[in-house]
């Protein structure tokens, strides 16, 4: 209503809001132009102009970035849509780490798009930026995170804490911007090293003509500092160079949209090498640090353990996140593998996968129930054990996967049926790893690599040795410690074992003997019941990942024949949420497994110590009925002994 209202007055009132809006994207000022292409698009909503014009609005205004691909897509196929349409899906799919696709579209708009058009967006540029993604990303890792906050892009950089850094940011000084900053008035910020005789910092040069570049200044004898002078070597670039911070070991982090960025502003670092007396070949700091976005001031400690900087990849317009992060990388060891199970009667199964070498359950995983499909994110190589079950079966079957050590992240085939032999079943597993798998691998990687690259504060979920390490009883064991303290009652004291020496009777030996088997006995049984509930817990989560995958699926089935984007954006922004949803669960499943398996081993090895200390004590009672003091000593000492050992062991 607000929409039809908006153009009451008349066509010259719709033709003055296409006007300005219009305007308003030519400037590439998407917040404003967003609500009148709102407006638009409410009253002509399978206008593809409109449509991929309000997606791409959202793209650049809003901090979700993929739920704009709906509008855009909808626009870009559309056989009557201009052909600037196709550059800003490519920009969207380029964003998403979705690279082979963005690479088909920007080649489409190369094909289509007019020559100013691919000069003003730079689309040579971003096509190189799209492969040099594709290269980047072949090797990725996790990162800690310390701090993270979302900030206005006006003052982000007031928020970078360096006071165990040393140094500070500050607006670039007068005398140190040239003439083309002062002419078009162009704002910097700096890196001020404490007693620093040379910095670093950017400038437009005297004339403006190959964007920012990095220069330094030396101090003079007399305080003041020297006319600036570009660096040498190749680190500034016909693009942009910016946000300079010299290490003490004299190690120069900078950002640059040249260089092999893949997208935006890339952070780099290089060093001086006094043979040749310039700067070496920079280096890209490499994802997740770097991503499509815009990534930059870049400032570590004198250790070179903890680091801020800023990015934009997950902000609204004029928005930044600035993090707090520990320098040293956390590796990500995975191996993908995208399958189908079939058998009979369904294509529903429930997978769970036990790394063989030491025990643990790598995943629980639910097959799609319409079609069987399958994607497993499992340590890189190493011997697993996959255990099926299906809903009209209580038998698991189960079967042993050598998975190879993959160089680079990629996705492995495979197919699973459960096959009739003899009137049994039995499961066939087929590893075919030497094929290629094609479809929907773009995508695949594409949830990897945001999932990565989405840095929130982590740490500690994650240790320095491994992204598996995280504590796992932390999601479970207070649910199991409630179930405990609902059916049982408290634990007695454990009674400490008597030795010979102590002056009581043979009745209250053997009453100490006694409960002491009873109180092993009683912590057996807790820990078998913690078990249960363990395996409970673990059915029950991985039960509600079932139902949220199910619902993920089906709208996002349904999203696909729907034919208003609106609906659409709706439908797969509820595929998502659900996805996310589903992946919780199937991880609190994970972590209730692995924690019922070693309660399992627990209880087990705590009821062998209840039997052997029940068989003393009703030994010890037998030479007692005897009345043979040598026999009730030699079992005394037996048991003290046994009690001994027990007390040794590890928990």
Known sequence: MISLNSFSQGAKSEEEVKENAKKFFSNGEYSSALPLYSQLLSLY???????????????FSEKDKESPLTYLEYGANDPSVEPEAYFFLAKAYHWNYRFDEALLWYKK???KGDSKSKENLSLKRNMAM?????????????????DKKNLSTSDFFRNYNLAEFGGKIIKTPEEFKMAYDLKKKKESIMYLQPNADVVYFSSYGEDGSNGKDIYFAKKAPDGNWGKPQIISGPVNTQFDEDFAFIHPNGTLYFASTGHNSMGGYDIFKTSFDESSQQWGYP?????????????????????????????????????????KVRVERVPVDLAIIKGNFNSDSTRSAKITIEDLRDGKIAGVYNTNAASGDYVLTIPNGGKFKFIVETPQSQVTYSGMVDVPRQKTLMALKQEMQLISDNGEQRLVIKNIFEEEVTSEVSVLLAEIYKEKASLEINADALKADSVFSEKKEEIVQPVIDSAIAEQTPSSE?????????????????LKIAMDDAKNSQKEASDLKLETEI?????????????????????????????????????????????????????????????LAKENEKSALAKQNEA????????????????????????????????QEKQKSQPA
């Open 45 to 59: 909503p399978k206008d593809a102009n409109y449509s991929f014009r309000f997606g791409a609005c959202r793209f």
């Open 109 to 111: 708009f190369e094909e």
């Open 130 to 146: 799209c492969e040099n993604g594709k290269k980047l990303l072949k090797n990725i890792t996790d990162i800690v995170v310390l």
């Open 283 to 323: 280096q890209n700091v490499d994802f997740a640090i770097n991503t499509p976005g815009d990534d930059f001031l870049y400032i570590t400690d004198q250790d070179e353990k903890y680091a801020y900087f800023s990015s934009n990849r997950e902000s609204a317009e004029n928005e930044l996140s600035v993090y």
């Open 493 to 509: 004291k454990t009674i400490e074992p008597v030795s010979k020496a102590d002056n009581i009777s043979n009745e209250e030996i």
């Open 534 to 594: 363990a395996y409970s817990i673990a059915n029950e989560k991985n039960r509600l990942s079932l139902e949220k995958a199910k619902k993920a699926d089906e709208l996002g089935e349904s999203s696909l024949s729907s034919q208003d984007p609106a609906i659409k954006d709706q439908q797969q922004d509820s595929s998502r949420q659900f996805k996310k949803e589903s992946k919780l669960y199937a991880e609190q499943a994970v972590a209730a497994f692995n």
């Open 611 to 642: 039997d052997i200390a029940l068989n003393y004590a009703k030994e010890l009672e037998s030479a007692i009925k005897e009345n043979s003091s040598e026999a009730t000593a030699a079992k005394l000492a037996q048991l003290n002994e046994f």
